[in-house]
């Protein structure tokens, strides 16, 4: 992946902004010029060549006339972990939907907390190397591929599960896959973890030709075709009515 950005805000979607708040939550432990250095060389356009892989991040910054060779290390989850995960999101229709829609539940990690995992870095998981002769962790160009790596997210946030160590489409077979095996509690596919007052809402209006979630999600296992398109005509139109509260309130 190359990226060249000048962008003045780094992330646009809840996960992007989460991203960017894990770096600078570091700013408490060192109040330094690290942070904005780095913002100012992502601006800048000074971060080039992003990759994203399973348990690392590499990029060039070019900083003086120099070009530094960034990596961002982040554990990958073991198969049995992922296993436990994907559990844990097939137990929520609303999750497995949001997925399908590539899209990160605002809630997932709440989800995942349940069962110790995270995707997003835990204090100390999330480390950096850079060619340059700093000794900080990370350094300025480091901050800066963080800052950069943001608005990546916003576009495809599979990188994350990347970075954890499943790329899309195997991690989507592997939910899909597991909701068809699992006998799942009804009772409990649209609740929430936690207040539901604390989870942070952005509406948008219905789309004709954005897929129905229902519909992403296939045919629920023991319901026949006929009542499975009746569940998701009725889907539909919970979804214009809701809209319609939403501009009255």
Same mark, same amino acid.
């Given at each position: 992946?190359?990226?060249?950005?000048?962008?003045?805000?780094? @992330?646009?979607?809840?996960?992007?902004?989460?991203?960017?708040?894990?770096?600078?939550?570091?700013?408490?432990?060192y109040p330094?010029?690290?942070?904005p250095?780095?913002?100012?060389?992502?601006?800048?356009?000074?971060?080039?060549?992003?990759?994203?892989?399973?348990?690392?991040?590499? +990029?060039?910054?070019?900083?003086?006339?120099?070009?530094?060779?960034? *990596?961002?290390?982040l554990?990958?989850?073991?198969?049995?972990?992922w296993?436990?995960?994907?559990?844990?999101?097939?137990?929520?229709?609303?999750h497995?939907? +949001?997925?399908?829609?590539?899209?990160?539940?605002?809630?997932?990690?709440?989800?995942?907390?349940?069962?110790?995992?995270?995707?997003?870095?835990?204090?100390g998981?999330?480390?950096?190397?850079?060619?340059?002769?700093s000794?900080a962790?990370?350094?300025?160009?480091?901050?800066?591929?963080?800052?950069?790596?943001?608005?990546?997210?916003?576009?495809?946030?599979?990188?994350?599960?990347?970075?954890?160590?499943?790329d899309?489409?195997?991690?989507?077979a592997?939910?899909?896959?597991?909701?068809?095996?699992?006998?799942?509690?009804?009772?409990?596919?649209?609740?929430?973890?936690?207040?539901?007052?604390?989870?942070?809402?952005?509406?948008?209006?219905?789309?004709?030709?954005?897929?129905e979630?229902?519909?992403?999600?296939?045919?629920?296992?023991g319901? @026949?075709?006929?009542?499975?398109?009746?569940? *998701?005509?009725?889907?539909?139109?919970?979804r214009?009515?809701?809209?319609?509260?939403?501009?009255?309130?």
């Amino acid at each position: 992946m190359s990226q060249n950005s000048g962008a003045t805000a780094f @992330g646009a979607t809840w996960w992007g902004r989460r991203w960017r708040r894990a770096l600078e939550s570091l700013g408490a432990t060192y109040p330094n010029p690290r942070l904005p250095q780095g913002r100012s060389l992502a601006r800048n356009g000074a971060v080039r060549d992003l990759v994203v892989e399973p348990g690392s991040v590499h +990029a060039q910054v070019h900083a003086r006339s120099k070009v530094l060779d960034v *990596v961002l290390t982040l554990p990958v989850f073991t198969d049995a972990e992922w296993r436990t995960a994907v559990t844990a999101l097939a137990g929520q229709l609303r999750h497995a939907a +949001a997925l399908l829609r590539g899209e990160l539940p605002e809630d997932v990690d709440d989800t995942l907390r349940e069962v110790d995992l995270s995707l997003f870095p835990k204090t100390g998981e999330l480390r950096s190397t850079c060619t340059c002769t700093s000794r900080a962790d990370p350094c300025a160009h480091a901050t800066a591929v963080h800052y950069v790596l943001a608005p990546a997210l916003d576009s495809d946030p599979f990188l994350l599960t990347r970075l954890r160590g499943r790329d899309r489409d195997p991690l989507l077979a592997e939910l899909r896959a597991t909701r068809s095996a699992t006998h799942l509690d009804p009772s409990t596919l649209f609740t929430a973890r936690d207040d539901l007052a604390a989870i942070e809402l952005h509406p948008h209006q219905p789309d004709d030709r954005t897929p129905e979630a229902l519909h992403l999600l296939g045919p629920a296992p023991g319901i @026949g075709e006929h009542a499975w398109q009746q569940l *998701v005509t009725a889907a539909q139109r919970a979804r214009v009515r809701a809209w319609e509260l939403a501009e009255e309130s």
